[in-house]
C-alpha cells in the first residue's frame, strides 16, 4: 500500500462542511495556533510526524487547462492530513483518547460527523472519507519520530563525550563511556522494521 514506507504512514482525510460556516473553523485554528496548550495532548503524542487542517473553499479547488470542467461545488472542504508511526487503528484512536474535544470542535461543522466518541462510528467516518495516498516517499523509513528525537540526543552526548574524555588515560575514557552508555539506554533504538500490530494491518501492507 502506497499509504506506508517503512514505520510511517501518510494520512489524507477531505470531508465536506457547509461553506458558510467554514469561518468557525478558521477561526478555532487561529485560536488553537496562538494558544498551543489547547492542543497538548495531541503534541506529547511522540508518534506523530506531521498534522496539519486546511479550509478549502467551495471555488478554491485548482483549475489546471481551460478544458477541465469547472466543478459546481455545494461544499467547502476540510482537508486533513498527517504522517505518523504505527498502524491506522493505533494512531485514529490515540487521536480520540489524546484531544477528543478539540476533534469534535475541529470537526463539528463537518457533514455526519459523528463525534470522536465512541469510536466505531468515528472509525467509519473516516475511513470513508480518507483518500488513499498514490506516492509516498519516505528519505528514513525505518526512522520513528522517537527514533530521530533519540539520535539528535545521542549526537549531542557524544559530542560533548569527546570533548570532556576524547584524550583521556583508556582507563578513565573507558569508565565514563560505560557510563555514557547507561545514561543513554533509552537512546540506543534498532532501526527495524515493526512488528505485525495484527493480521489486519498485515494485509494492508501486502
Known sequence: MSNIAGKAYAMNVITPIRWYMTWINKVIFWVALRKP???KGLITLSL???????IIGKNQFPHLDERQPKE???YAYMLFFSNFNGSWAQYVDSFTF???SGLDLFWKWNIRYPK???LTPFHSYIQFNQVQTDHYYNAYPMAAANDVKAAKTLKAELIAFDASYGKAEPEQFLKQYKALLRSLQHDLGDM??????SLADQAKGE
Open 37 to 39: 496548550a489547547t492542543l
Open 48 to 54: 506523530i510526524h506531521y498534522a496539519r487542517w486546511v
Open 72 to 74: 459546481k461545488l455545494n
Open 98 to 100: 489524546a484531544i477528543p
Open 116 to 118: 470522536s466518541v465512541p
Open 192 to 197: 527495524q522494521p515493526t512488528p505485525i500490530v
